[in-house]
């Protein structure tokens, strides 16, 4: 019993504790599929939470190229 307590509160935790972790690597996108994530990104009216993070993520993508000198996002 003391087992299967501790195997679910192991599980639990690590499900609970991988939410808040993007799994997204955009630097393997090319520019054209990057921009195209950036754009429709524009046009959601009421984003929602993940929906938020995500277009974050593509902005900083955009932003760091943009650094480096490739104008993926315009």
């Known amino acids: 019993m003391l087992v299967t307590r501790i195997f679910t509160l192991l599980c639990l935790s690590l499900i609970i504790s991988s939410c808040d972790t993007s799994n997204e690597d ?11 994530k950036w754009r429709e990104c524009a046009y959601i ?7 938020q ?3 974050a993520n ?8 943009k650094n ?5 996002c315009y």
Not at 68 to 72: M, P, R, T
């Open 26 to 36: 955009l630097t393997g996108l090319n520019n054209i599929e990057l921009r195209k």
């Open 45 to 51: 009216n009421t984003p929602s939470s993940s929906e």
């Open 53 to 55: 993070k995500a277009c």
């Open 58 to 65: 593509y902005e900083r993508e955009c932003n760091d190229r």
């Open 68 to 72: 480096k000198g490739n104008l993926s």
